[in-house]
């Protein structure tokens, strides 16, 4: 069974600081979804990594994937206050759609 | 382009009461999916559809939830009798099916309260 655990839980920042989020994933992935989740809303996808290496940045945000380490990042640079929200990430395989989404990441950026 | 749509928004039954909720996915997408979200967890895969055969009901408590996707556009999801711990969000999601990079979209949910 695919386990998928993100570190910290909770993440509270000042504004202007780095910071990196962490996923690690039990059995063999060859892609991996980040999704943003704001307060009683629903999800809306980051990005999607399909390869080992795979390095993706938007904004602020940057996701890199190792599928040999079974791990994927996301990090924050220079945090503003609009990148408050819960982020998950799910692993996922090529021909397979079901996904497997991690238990969050609740980052709080303090002013 | 229209999203997911999904109704209703808010839902307070009592246990032991029935309730169904009601999916539309983005136009063209076969595969959609139905999660269930419980308050400070991630998203739990419920069932999927491609077109209207289910491809994984796995974590569908079979006793009491059924889904259905007649026509393989529009999909319900029902739970009788409902119990407490059923009072969660539950997300519609859909997409292509092509199998390429599979990125689901996802509903605003319906966000249910069992007294």
């Known amino acids: 069974e695919l386990k998928v655990e993100q570190n910290p839980l909770f993440l509270s920042m000042q504004e202007g600081k780095n910071y990196t989020i962490y996923c690690n994933y039990s059995?063999?992935?060859?892609?991996l979804y980040w999704y943003r989740q704001d307060p009683g809303k629903s999800l809306e996808s980051l990005f999607v990594?399909?390869?080992?290496?795979a390095v993706k940045q938007e904004g602020r945000l940057m996701a890199s994937l190792d599928t040999k380490a079974r791990l994927s990042t996301l990090h924050i640079t220079a945090a503003v206050h609009d990148l408050s929200a819960t982020y998950f990430c799910?692993?996922?395989?090529?021909?397979?759609?079901?996904?497997?989404f991690g238990t969050g990441t609740r980052l709080t950026i303090i002013p | 382009e229209a999203g997911v749509a999904q109704s209703p928004r808010y839902k307070i039954i009592e246990k032991r009461q029935s309730v169904a909720f009601w999916c539309n996915p983005i136009?063209?997408?076969?595969?959609l999916y139905w999660y269930q979200q419980i308050l400070g967890q991630g998203p739990k895969l419920l069932i999927q559809?491609?077109?209207?055969?289910?491809?994984?009901d796995s974590q569908l408590p079979k006793d009491r939830f059924s889904a259905e996707r007649l026509k393989g556009v529009d999909s319900t999801l029902k739970i009788q009798p409902a119990k407490l711990e059923d009072s969660a969000v539950y997300l519609c999601?859909?997409?292509?099916?092509?199998?390429?990079?599979?990125?689901?979209?996802f509903g605003p949910g319906t966000r249910l309260l069992v007294l």
């Open positions: 999601a859909s997409s292509l099916g092509d199998r390429d990079v599979e990125t689901q979209y």
């Open positions: 059995t063999t992935s060859d892609r």
């Open positions: 990594l399909l390869s080992n290496g």
């Open positions: 799910a692993p996922g395989n090529f021909g397979n759609e079901k996904l497997t």
């Open positions: 136009s063209g997408h076969a595969t």
């Open positions: 559809f491609q077109n209207n055969g289910v491809v994984d």
